[in-house]
């Protein structure tokens, strides 16, 4: 039930990123107008460059959508989780200051294909913040929809895919308009309120200059041309049902007339050029902007330039491109909804919209009559194509290829198979490793009461007790080892000489001892036993005719960083891989997760297996699959009675490697009694 609940929330979670970062994406200008809203309220506006909320719209947008597909995909779990979690916070902190001063009447976390009022945002992202929790706690539960070494496919064409979006839609316009502007839209139908509903009441406002001096004046009281504007804003006085759109207005600035309805209801053509700032306009395009200038005039259509700038942006604009067409003022905030573009083109027909284009492509004349259509279909067929249709095959072929490997881990794990495997094949041990432990006596008591219970007891599985120098001499005198194998904790990586305190391998052997443990984690932890090192202990073991239980194994950093696999294949390459495929048949390799040894951890009978059959994999590519086959791997890391049935049952686990369990008789046994 866990990971059924923590599925459905990443689910849904992914859904709804991968919606609100895509409606970002196709409007980038949407999204820093929004985001410019936000710094008005702080007055940051003049102290932050277009160019960097620019940035921030295209990173924002690109950062949900990749969080919704990674989830969708469970790529990178625990750091994608994490990074969900944070940006939810976040969001809520910044929808519950929303909801509390309503500074913005709508957040934008939809762009403006979906809109939601401030308490809305705020349930919205307390449910998603819940979501986040949930998936957070438990990122390892999301099931994979591509396995681990096509993930980098995933992300990198993700990444490519929204980035070019957005530089395609900030080139021409928007791939989908949102917006009651769009093409087809009739402006007046747009502006119409049904009978019976509340009438709202708005009012403009112009903020006119005249010898130094600013005024505020009203539709009512607008003053002659005498005075200079500066700005102008609509606000609603009184709330009512509110049409789709309801601040468009045109006044031509020379006389000050309101032409909005002469515009609306011209039966013919009307080119309208959009250009909220002129200050800030796009000029590279003025040759083509008046070769249709021309083109309207020729042809008796109406031509007029719509900005919210000034005489001195008009003048400047003028200046620059030999504008001769009229200008008139319409709020700012309205051109920014009608195009996204500075300058963009509109063309009208009955106050219908039927053309729109960017100053980066304006058409040429053959061009302009032919009335666009906003085709939905095909823009997401476009997508489909591009996107999703590339991701679903490369899913597809990732689960037949795992599909297929599961067949085969299948038929490994096939009961009747194993058995003849494990009887024809590789042999299962349980090794004991008393490391610094028991003296003399002691030793050499647990070494018989070994002796007596297994003779009596015949197990199923070769065992192996390694135990420190000073008890192999005494305990090999006495031990059956048709039974119990007798092995060192160690050699010298030396063959002989000035070297005091050394036991070399030919000293192990001398005593009666088979086996001998090398590159223990503890070994290279606290003794800093290089792989080099290791290498000749391995060569003189060998050389000894001594059988090597090998050990390799990750930190707890290295398996949280997902790195298990580079770690335990970088120590056999270093140590072991050297050698001939004769020689590396008396290695004996022992996994030991350093995170489980001695924790009271333990990795799960999933996970072990998991790397051991990995380890297997490596061996077959370095020596081939029979070589594989037969080379014992051991578990070792907090193994014991309770767990060791579950462990042994995978088909890749050959036993254990036992630390403070093989320190007492009737522990040691019980893990030995799991292979009956």
């Given at each position: 039930m866990r990971t059924i609940?923590?599925?459905?929330?990443?689910?849904?979670?992914?859904?709804?990123?991968?919606?609100?970062?895509?409606?970002?994406?196709?409007?980038?200008?949407?999204?820093?107008?929004?985001?410019?809203?936000?710094?008005?309220?702080?007055?940051?506006?003049?102290?932050?460059?277009?160019?960097?909320?620019?940035?921030?719209?295209?990173?924002?947008?690109?950062?949900?959508?990749?969080?919704?597909?990674?989830?969708?995909?469970?790529?990178?779990?625990?750091?994608?989780?994490?990074?969900?979690?944070?940006?939810?916070?976040?969001?809520?902190?910044?929808?519950?200051?929303?909801?509390?001063?309503?500074?913005?009447?709508?957040?934008?976390?939809?762009?403006?294909?979906?809109?939601?009022?401030?308490?809305?945002?705020?349930?919205?992202?307390?449910?998603?913040?819940?979501?986040?929790?949930?998936?957070?706690?438990?990122?390892?539960?999301?099931?994979?929809?591509?396995?681990?070494?096509?993930?980098?496919?995933?992300?990198?064409?993700?990444?490519?895919?929204?980035?070019?979006?957005?530089?395609?839609?900030?080139?021409?316009?928007?791939?989908?308009?949102?917006?009651?502007?769009?093409?087809?839209?009739?402006?007046?139908?747009?502006?119409?309120?049904?009978?019976?509903?509340?009438?709202p009441k708005f009012d403009t406002t112009f903020i006119m200059e005249k010898n130094g001096e600013q005024k505020e004046f009203t539709l009512e009281n607008y003053p002659d041309s005498t005075w200079t504007f500066i700005d102008s804003k609509t606000v609603i006085t009184e709330k009512g049902y509110e049409p789709p759109i309801h601040d468009f207005s045109i006044t031509e600035t020379a006389t000050g007339e309101d032409i909005t309805q002469q515009v609306l209801d011209d039966k013919g053509y009307t080119f309208l050029l959009i250009a909220p700032y002129l200050e800030h306009a796009d000029d590279g395009s003025f040759g083509d902007i008046d070769r249709i200038f021309e083109y309207a005039q020729d042809n008796g259509h109406k031509f007029y330039c719509l900005t919210a700038s000034g005489n001195d942006g008009i003048e400047h604009w003028s200046d620059m491109t030999g504008a001769e067409y009229p200008f008139c003022t319409t709020d700012a905030t309205t051109l920014k909804t009608i195009i996204r573009s500075n300058p963009g083109l509109v063309l009208l027909k009955n106050g219908t919209i039927i053309g729109k284009w960017s100053?980066?492509?304006?058409?040429?004349?053959?061009?302009?009559?032919?009335?666009?259509?906003?085709?939905?279909?095909?823009?997401?067929?476009?997508?489909?194509?591009?996107?999703?249709?590339?991701?679903?095959?490369?899913?597809?072929?990732?689960?037949?290829?795992?599909?297929?490997?599961?067949?085969?881990?299948?038929?490994?794990?096939?009961?009747?198979?194993?058995?003849?495997?494990?009887?024809?094949?590789?042999?299962?041990?349980?090794?004991?490793?008393?490391?610094?432990?028991?003296?003399?006596?002691?030793?050499?008591?647990?070494?018989?009461?070994?002796?007596?219970?297994?003779?009596?007891?015949?197990?199923?599985?070769?065992?192996?007790?390694?135990?420190?120098?000073?008890?192999?001499?005494?305990?090999?005198?006495?031990?059956?080892?048709?039974?119990?194998?007798?092995g060192a904790e160690n050699c010298a990586d030396k063959e002989k000489g000035a070297y005091t305190g050394e036991v070399s391998a030919e000293m192990v052997k001398s005593t009666g001892a088979q086996y001998v443990i090398l590159g223990h984690s503890e070994r290279r932890q606290y003794y800093n036993e290089t792989p080099e090192i290791l290498k000749e202990k391995v060569l003189l073991a060998l050389k000894n005719n001594l059988k090597v239980i090998f050990c390799i194994g990750e930190t707890l950093e290295e398996r949280e960083a997902e790195k298990q696999n580079e770690v335990v294949k970088a120590e056999l390459e270093g140590s072991v891989f050297n050698l001939s495929a004769e020689d590396f048949k008396n290695i004996i390799i022992a996994y030991e997760p350093i995170w489980a040894i001695g924790t009271g951890k333990t990795a799960t009978a999933d996970q072990a297996e998991e790397i051991h059959a990995y380890i297997r994999s490596i061996i077959a590519e370095k020596y081939g699959e029979i070589v594989a086959e037969d080379t014992t791997i051991l578990y070792g890391g907090s193994c014991k009675a309770s767990n060791a049935p579950e462990l042994f049952a995978k088909p890749d686990i050959d036993g254990g490697l036992i630390g403070g369990a093989s320190l007492k008789a009737a522990d040691f046994k019980g893990i030995i009694d799991a292979w009956k």
């Amino acid at each position: 039930m866990r990971t059924i609940a923590v599925n459905v929330c990443r689910l849904i979670l992914a859904v709804v990123f991968i919606l609100s970062g895509f409606v970002k994406a196709v409007d980038p200008l949407g999204t820093q107008y929004k985001l410019q809203d936000y710094l008005e309220v702080f007055h940051l506006e003049k102290s932050v460059a277009d160019w960097m909320t620019l940035a921030a719209s295209v990173s924002l947008s690109a950062l949900e959508f990749c969080i919704g597909i990674f989830l969708l995909f469970a790529i990178r779990r625990r750091l994608v989780s994490k990074v969900t979690f944070v940006f939810m916070v976040v969001m809520t902190i910044v929808t519950l200051w929303l909801a509390i001063f309503d500074p913005i009447q709508d957040c934008g976390c939809f762009g403006d294909a979906l809109k939601l009022t401030n308490g809305q945002t705020l349930a919205k992202n307390f449910v998603l913040l819940t979501l986040a929790a949930v998936v957070v706690r438990n990122p390892l539960r999301m099931r994979r929809f591509i396995s681990k070494t096509n993930q980098g496919i995933v992300i990198n064409f993700t990444v490519l895919f929204i980035l070019m979006t957005s530089t395609w839609s900030l080139y021409r316009l928007p791939m989908f308009d949102f917006r009651p502007y769009h093409i087809g839209a009739n402006i007046k139908k747009g502006m119409e309120i049904p009978k019976g509903a509340k009438q709202p009441k708005f009012d403009t406002t112009f903020i006119m200059e005249k010898n130094g001096e600013q005024k505020e004046f009203t539709l009512e009281n607008y003053p002659d041309s005498t005075w200079t504007f500066i700005d102008s804003k609509t606000v609603i006085t009184e709330k009512g049902y509110e049409p789709p759109i309801h601040d468009f207005s045109i006044t031509e600035t020379a006389t000050g007339e309101d032409i909005t309805q002469q515009v609306l209801d011209d039966k013919g053509y009307t080119f309208l050029l959009i250009a909220p700032y002129l200050e800030h306009a796009d000029d590279g395009s003025f040759g083509d902007i008046d070769r249709i200038f021309e083109y309207a005039q020729d042809n008796g259509h109406k031509f007029y330039c719509l900005t919210a700038s000034g005489n001195d942006g008009i003048e400047h604009w003028s200046d620059m491109t030999g504008a001769e067409y009229p200008f008139c003022t319409t709020d700012a905030t309205t051109l920014k909804t009608i195009i996204r573009s500075n300058p963009g083109l509109v063309l009208l027909k009955n106050g219908t919209i039927i053309g729109k284009w960017s100053h980066n492509a304006l058409p040429t004349n053959k061009q302009i009559m032919v009335h666009q259509k906003d085709n939905v279909a095909m823009k997401l067929t476009t997508i489909i194509l591009w996107f999703v249709l590339p991701l679903t095959l490369l899913t597809i072929a990732d689960r037949l290829w795992a599909w297929t490997k599961w067949i085969k881990r299948k038929k490994r794990s096939n009961r009747l198979y194993q058995l003849l495997k494990r009887q024809k094949m590789r042999k299962k041990i349980v090794a004991g490793n008393w490391k610094m432990n028991m003296n003399l006596q002691d030793g050499v008591a647990l070494a018989k009461e070994l002796n007596e219970t297994l003779a009596a007891d015949k197990p199923n599985c070769g065992v192996v007790i390694c135990t420190p120098f000073i008890h192999l001499a005494s305990i090999a005198q006495f031990l059956n080892q048709d039974i119990i194998g007798l092995g060192a904790e160690n050699c010298a990586d030396k063959e002989k000489g000035a070297y005091t305190g050394e036991v070399s391998a030919e000293m192990v052997k001398s005593t009666g001892a088979q086996y001998v443990i090398l590159g223990h984690s503890e070994r290279r932890q606290y003794y800093n036993e290089t792989p080099e090192i290791l290498k000749e202990k391995v060569l003189l073991a060998l050389k000894n005719n001594l059988k090597v239980i090998f050990c390799i194994g990750e930190t707890l950093e290295e398996r949280e960083a997902e790195k298990q696999n580079e770690v335990v294949k970088a120590e056999l390459e270093g140590s072991v891989f050297n050698l001939s495929a004769e020689d590396f048949k008396n290695i004996i390799i022992a996994y030991e997760p350093i995170w489980a040894i001695g924790t009271g951890k333990t990795a799960t009978a999933d996970q072990a297996e998991e790397i051991h059959a990995y380890i297997r994999s490596i061996i077959a590519e370095k020596y081939g699959e029979i070589v594989a086959e037969d080379t014992t791997i051991l578990y070792g890391g907090s193994c014991k009675a309770s767990n060791a049935p579950e462990l042994f049952a995978k088909p890749d686990i050959d036993g254990g490697l036992i630390g403070g369990a093989s320190l007492k008789a009737a522990d040691f046994k019980g893990i030995i009694d799991a292979w009956k």
